[in-house]
């Protein structure tokens, strides 16, 4: 069965400090990876996503995420981050198949302290 | 990018009670959408799939009789708890997939439901 992982539970940083959130996966085929974020309050919202090509993708608010096969990683990065990123940040799998639903990671709780 | 769209946000009912969750695509069909379940502090569980002018495909633990599912068209799908117990409390989102026939795409959430049961 799919399982994705998400070592950090809580992550407390300062603004301007580096971010890196750990998400790895347990699935023998192709698969299409995601980063979602959840602020306080809201529904869920598309950080990121990775289907082929650069294993290194680009996403919204200063967001990258490297995808690294043979590690089964895809971990979230932010250089700088701001009081606004925190917010509960989940990992998503899916096979790389018409119709599939998302396997999420239990999720990591961000707190940038201004 | 797409809209899904979840009704109601909130609602409180009294035990023993049905209450149904609406989960729309407003600009989009969707042959496919699932059906999560959230707890506080937790991760998205996902509870079933639910398959336009088919039945569900529940995962292992949930209760179909309980957790009713119905996909009457491309655009709706609804999720019925019946007799509800406060242990159904819990947050319950949906998503869709616009060209659910097509690999690489991405899913689209609506905003979810509070559920509450007293």
């Known amino acids: 069965a799919q399982s994705v992982s998400q070592h950090n539970h809580h992550v407390i940083l300062s603004e301007a400090a580096s971010l890196e959130l750990g998400c790895n996966y347990s699935?023998?085929?192709?698969?299409?990876l995601f980063w979602y974020v959840q602020y306080p309050g809201q529904h869920l919202q598309l950080l990121l996503k990775y289907f082929s090509g650069d294993p290194l993708v680009k996403g919204i608010k200063g967001f990258e995420a490297e995808f690294i096969k043979s590690k089964f990683s895809f971990n979230l990065r932010k250089p700088s981050v701001q009081w606004s990123d925190t917010a509960e940040y989940f990992c998503?799998?899916?096979?790389?198949?018409?119709?599939?639903?998302?396997?999420f990671g239990k999720g990591t709780t961000l707190s940038v302290s201004s | 990018g797409a809209v899904v769209s979840q009704h109601p946000s909130w609602v409180i009912c009294k035990s023993g009670t049905s209450v149904k969750i609406e989960c729309r695509s407003l600009d989009f069909q969707a042959t496919t959408m699932f059906w999560y379940r959230q707890f506080p502090k937790q991760s998205l569980m996902l509870m079933a799939t639910?398959?336009?002018?088919?039945?569900?495909?529940?995962e292992q633990g949930v209760e179909k009789d309980k957790f009713l599912i119905n996909h009457a068209s491309l655009t709706l799908s609804t999720l019925t708890v019946t007799s509800a117990h406060p242990e159904d409390s819990s947050f319950y989102i949906c998503?869709?997939?616009?060209?659910?026939?097509?690999?690489?795409?991405?899913?689209?959430f609506g905003q979810g439901t509070r559920l509450t049961v007293v």
């Open positions: 998503s869709a997939t616009p060209r659910a026939g097509l690999m690489n795409t991405e899913a689209f």
């Open positions: 998503a799998v899916s096979p790389n198949q018409a119709g599939t639903a998302l396997i």
């Open positions: 639910s398959n336009e002018g088919s039945k569900a495909t529940y």
């Open positions: 699935y023998g085929g192709t698969v299409n």
